[in-house]
């Protein structure tokens, strides 16, 4: 009996630290963090589940980011709680001084998971502030934006970030969000080498590099006489072998839009499928050569082919399109043969 | 019953070449050989399959029993306490971790000594079920890109990283009661494979330089998992295998002690231990 | 003459004995009995009608009365067969001792605690020959041996150890009847006040042996190498020795096609799993890592637990207090005012105690699962020592998260692991490892492949005459 006692002593004593009431917890959905004058400025976004508000902004400043953090939630009468973070918005200021300060933080606390998408935005609070007038929580939107396989956002997390980063043999590459007429549209991508930008992708750009890296998401090609050509998945293997670096991506899909075409007619699909690789050839030769040119390697070719200068490097593109299905009908609807 | 039966027997040699890898080990393997860890591991094997027949003579003088069952208990209590204060319970002093722990430890000395392998025999089907769901959930998610060779080839370093797992896995054989008739080879290489598809794991998602500035690799992998959005954030609960597996082995070790030296060493390290933290102003490790 | 004296002032101030004398030719023949205790009919048809017919007066009494027990005593046993239900003929010296007995119990009924629905209805009952009847009808050989005791110095409770014996171990009934030996009480009124003799009770919250009321589980268990002991005036027999995998087992599944009774098992070992480790996780969850759950029912968690002033804890412990107030005034109700107080019962914990602030929402589902969770099983000790394991795990959850539970695992797992009934490991088909008895208590194999008992219950390992 005096052991019982005993135990159940030492387990009062243990004092519940860690104990944390799940109501007193602020669910942080959103974190931008700006740099300006040696100073860090955070912005949070706080979600609550009211149905008039469905969520707050919270701002804080100071030299370190616990600082700052600490400085956001003198206002807020909940304990901020990180584990649900969807989204983490970097400016580019902060991107080109302060990354890995930014980066060793959000890894060193074990509050932080690894699922939460990484983003380049300028004008934080404007951002957040539109997303909120439509009555929706930004991290969510932007998480289910980032989703979306029909546009063609490069989506990064924080662990392949860290990976990039910690290894020399590759560049990050973020996206960026941009604002346009109130809406945040992300349309281009920006690529990090030592700690500067050294080159930004469009939104064509951005599709031909989620093509090369595997990445499933749709990709479309028109011709001249709007025909329109979708995949609907592909494949990149990337080889070195005897100096050249070949490059041999394989896309099937189908054709969308077109007038005037018979698809019955053997002859006539080989000669659009080759059109569409020509073209293809061509755009595609055209981003390599500008990614090569600015020494910017997102793709890891020089872990491939140990070549520390990227201008120097030969290449040979090599792509095959296959067509996959013919879609619901033959003729064209605009056709009057 | 009185006796051990061969089941629960190698339920413990399965599960007892492990827990000396959490927290110091895995880091310092995956630091001196890189991406040729697969190489140091199987030379490891080997070293250790020869050890372990040095180590069925050994077993038999009780001083160096006694003696290794001390050094082990220690080091586990040592490892265990931070491993759950930094990742369950951050801010409650190691102090009550410890004490609790120590509670445990000597309500499992007070039974009788086949107690620890009739439990070891059911925490090896525990741990082996919660093996299989962390292969099938985080296998998908292995990057080749990241096996491929990045760093130099070191003999020297590979060399010391195998010896480093030879000794940290068989050294907690020796305090094995009756090792030299029992002992079963086949039941330490199934072992030893699955620490190395661990360490694959550990390799395959991570990356060669992501994982060696974790401090615990084995729990960051854990947090990857995520089946269809909704089981997300389950590492505290597999981690529990580890806790398991370091229970068997401090269970074991204390069994080779007599009951009152046993409290004695265990009140003494809770003494020792509170006054160093009011001396010591750095952390150790 | 003397006999009759020294009876009557041993019996002074019963009104129910009766003596009736029988006049013979130079003295009388007294014939004594226990009025509730006998069957008038069966004084009549065995001893009167004999000896009150002209001409057979005189003859030798052995060879005149009928009944088929008749046994020639002294008069210091007098008591004891009195007691019984004989009826005794004082005749001169010597006496005699005829069986009349009443048939003072109910008859063979359904069993009322153990239901089954394909399956032999028939139940124990309180005669004790009745109940070896209902086993012997179902082992049909020599083997089956009984030892029987007097237990209880007021009572002479009469006892029976039931075994095969070219099944069970010979050290196992040794043991049972030196400890039956050992027993020193004023009455044995029935087997559960017998179990607190045979297991010592401080070791353990978990029950070591099994009652039961059906002959057919008794008839598995004794085929097992198990012995059973049976309790005058009681109609539960005990199954020595039992493990933690005979409780979660029935064995209606014997009758079951093996896939349905497959799902079935496991049901039953995630159930009890669940009853004990379900307030406690939830605990450890939502206070101590709330990432573990996903965010949406956080959020709504968070909601409902907005304006509740206490912690979860407490209101977990006043849910399960409630939740045992509302078992224990289940059983003891008489039925006829049932429906009003599970009405209460109901409206107490359902609508008035969320609105009213007291408890949440979630928190009642979780112990609603824990709850129907343990109706799985039926044994009342079983009850109690998960009650009691439930209990330990919450404070462990609640110190210390989910640490606490692990730990609180390995308290138990060693709890259970060193648990030895009769030398017999309490985790037995799964700790010492066991396949013959794992197939058939934990998982359900065909026919065909149930040929072997298992070697650590007895001997003789292969299923045949």
Same mark, same amino acid.
């Given at each position: 009996m005096k052991k019982i006692i005993l135990v159940f002593i030492i387990f009062l004593l243990s004092g519940c630290f860690n104990y944390k009431e799940v109501s007193d917890l602020a669910f942080i959905s959103g974190f931008g963090i700006d740099y300006l004058n040696d100073n860090f400025h955070i912005i949070l976004e706080v979600q609550e589940n009211d149905e008039e508000t469905s969520s707050y902004l919270l701002e804080g400043s100071g030299r370190t980011i616990e600082s700052a953090i600490q400085n956001a939630s003198l206002s807020f009468n909940k304990n901020l709680y990180f584990i649900n973070l969807d989204i983490l918005l970097i400016s580019s200021e902060a991107a080109n001084k302060k990354l890995p300060n930014i980066l060793d933080y959000v890894t060193r606390d074990n509050n932080f998971s690894f699922n939460f998408n990484i983003a380049i935005c300028d004008n934080q609070k404007h951002a957040m502030e539109n997303i909120l007038n439509k009555k929706e929580i930004f991290g969510r939107y932007i998480n289910s934006l980032f989703k979306n396989t029909d546009t063609n956002v490069i989506n990064i997390k924080l662990d392949k970030l860290l990976n990039h980063y910690l290894n020399d043999k590759y560049d990050i590459i973020l996206p960026v969000f941009n604002i346009i007429e109130d809406n945040i549209i992300i349309n281009e991508a920006v690529i990090f080498k030592n700690k500067q930008i050294i080159d930004t992708l469009n939104e064509r750009e951005m599709a031909l590099y989620n093509i090369l890296n595997n990445n499933q998401k749709d990709y479309y090609l028109t011709l001249e006489n709007n025909i329109v050509f979708r995949t609907s998945h592909y494949y990149t293997t990337i080889i070195f072998k005897k100096n050249t670096l070949y490059i041999m991506p394989t896309l099937t899909g189908t054709f969308m839009e077109f007038e005037?075409?018979?698809? /019955? /007619?053997e002859s006539k699909i080989k000669e659009i499928t080759n059109k569409v690789n020509e073209e293809f050839n061509s755009e595609l030769d055209t981003f390599i050569k500008k990614i090569i040119q600015n020494n910017s390697d997102p793709l890891g070719f020089k872990r491939l082919t140990k070549i520390k200068d990227l201008p120097n490097i030969k290449y040979h593109i090599n792509t095959k399109i296959m067509l996959e299905n013919k879609s619901l009908i033959f003729k064209s609807v605009g056709d009057n043969s | 019953m009185k006796r051990i039966t061969k089941h629960e027997y190698n339920s413990v040699i399965f599960l007892l070449p492990r827990p000396l890898f959490l927290g110091l080990g895995i880091y310092r393997i995956i630091h001196l050989s890189g991406s040729y860890f697969w190489l140091s591991i199987i030379l490891g094997i080997l070293f250790g399959l020869f050890l372990n027949i040095i180590f069925k003579k050994l077993a038999d003088i009780k001083l160096i029993k006694k003696s290794i069952s001390i050094i082990l208990l220690i080091y586990c209590l040592y490892t265990l306490t931070s491993a759950v204060s930094t990742l369950y319970l951050n801010i409650t002093p190691k102090i009550i971790i410890l004490i609790t722990l120590l509670l445990m430890i000597i309500y499992s000395r007070m039974k009788s000594k086949t107690t620890i392998f009739k439990v070891a025999n059911i925490l090896f089907i525990i741990s082996i079920g919660l093996f299989i769901f962390t292969l099938l959930t985080l296998f998908p998610l292995i990057d080749i890109t990241n096996f491929t060779s990045e760093n130099s080839f070191i003999l020297k370093n590979i060399l010391i990283a195998s010896l480093y797992f030879a000794f940290l896995s068989t050294l907690?054989? !020796?305090?094995?009661?009756?090792f030299k008739e029992k002992y079963n080879h086949k039941i330490y290489l199934l072992s030893c494979i699955y620490t190395l598809l661990l360490f694959t794991l550990i390799i395959g998602i991570l990356g060669v330089p992501v994982a060696s500035i974790y401090k615990y690799p084995e729990y960051i992998i854990y947090k990857k998992i995520s089946i269809l959005? !909704? !089981?997300?954030?389950v590492q505290n609960i597999l981690f529990m295998s580890w806790i398991f597996e370091s229970f068997t082995i401090l269970g074991i070790a204390s069994n080779n002690l007599n009951k009152k030296i046993l409290l004695f060493i265990l009140i003494a390290i809770l003494i020792i231990y509170s006054l160093l933290i009011t001396r010591i102003n750095n952390i150790i490790f | 003459m003397e006999n009759l004296k020294i009876i009557l002032t041993l019996f002074k101030d019963t009104p129910d004995l009766i003596i009736r004398p029988i006049s013979k030719r130079f003295f009388d023949i007294y014939v004594i009995y226990i009025e509730t205790l006998c069957s008038g009919d069966r004084v009549n048809t065995y001893i009167l009608n004999h000896l009150t017919l002209p001409g057979k007066r005189n003859q030798n009494i052995k060879k005149i009365l009928t009944g088929p027990n008749f046994k020639n005593i002294d008069i210091t046993e007098a008591e004891k067969y009195l007691c019984l239900g004989f009826c005794l003929i004082l005749d001169g010296d010597d006496i005699y001792a005829i069986e009349t007995k009443a048939e003072l119990d109910r008859s063979i009924d359904e069993a009322k605690v153990e239901p089954a629905i394909f399956g032999p209805k028939d139940a124990f009952v309180e005669n004790y020959q009745k109940n070896i009847g209902l086993i012997k009808r179902r082992i049909k050989s020599r083997h089956l041996k009984i030892k029987e005791k007097t237990l209880g110095r007021y009572s002479q409770t009469t006892t029976g150890v039931i075994y095969l014996d070219n099944i069970v171990k010979e050290y196992l009934v040794k043991e049972i009847l030196n400890k039956l030996n050992t027993i020193d009480t004023d009455s044995l009124t029935s087997s559960g006040e017998l179990k607190q003799f045979l297991v010592d009770e401080n070791k353990n919250v978990f029950p070591a042996m099994k009652l039961s009321e059906r002959p057919d589980t008794i008839v598995k268990s004794l085929l097992d190498g198990k012995v059973v002991i049976l309790v005058d005036n009681s109609p539960f027999a005990i199954i020595l020795p039992a493990v933690l995998a005979d409780f979660i087992n029935p064995t209606v599944d014997s009758y079951v096609n093996s896939l349905n009774t497959n799902f079935l098992k496991f049901l039953r070992i995630i159930c009890f799993i669940l009853t004990i480790v379900t307030p406690a996780v939830f605990i450890a969850l939502t206070n101590y890592n709330p990432e573990t759950i996903p965010s949406e029912l956080l959020m709504n968690i968070a909601t409902q637990r907005r304006g509740i002033p206490f912690p979860a804890i407490f209101e977990a412990i006043l849910m399960l207090f409630v939740c045992e107030l509302l078992r224990e005034s289940d059983i003891r109700f008489p039925n006829a005012y049932g429906s009003a107080v599970s009405l209460l019962g109901a409206l107490i914990i359902g609508e008035s105690a969320v609105s009213s602030g007291l408890v949440s929402p979630i928190m009642i589902i979780v112990i609603a699962l824990t709850f129907i969770t343990s109706l799985i099983f039926n044994e009342v000790e079983i009850n109690g020592a998960v009650r009691a394991w439930r209990f330990i795990y919450l404070l462990f959850a609640s110190f210390l998260g989910l640490y606490g539970l692990a730990l609180a695992f390995i308290f138990m797992l060693i709890n259970l692991c060193s648990y030895q009934v009769y030398t017999l490991s309490y985790m037995f088909p799964v700790s010492p490892f066991d396949l013959s008895y794992l197939k058939e208590t934990l998982i359900k194999v065909k026919r065909k492949k149930q040929n072997m008992r298992s070697k650590f219950l007895t001997d003789n390992i292969r299923k045949q005459v």
């Open positions: 005037s075409l018979e698809l /019955n /007619n | 907690p054989y !020796i305090t094995l009661p009756d959005n !909704i !089981i997300e954030n | -």
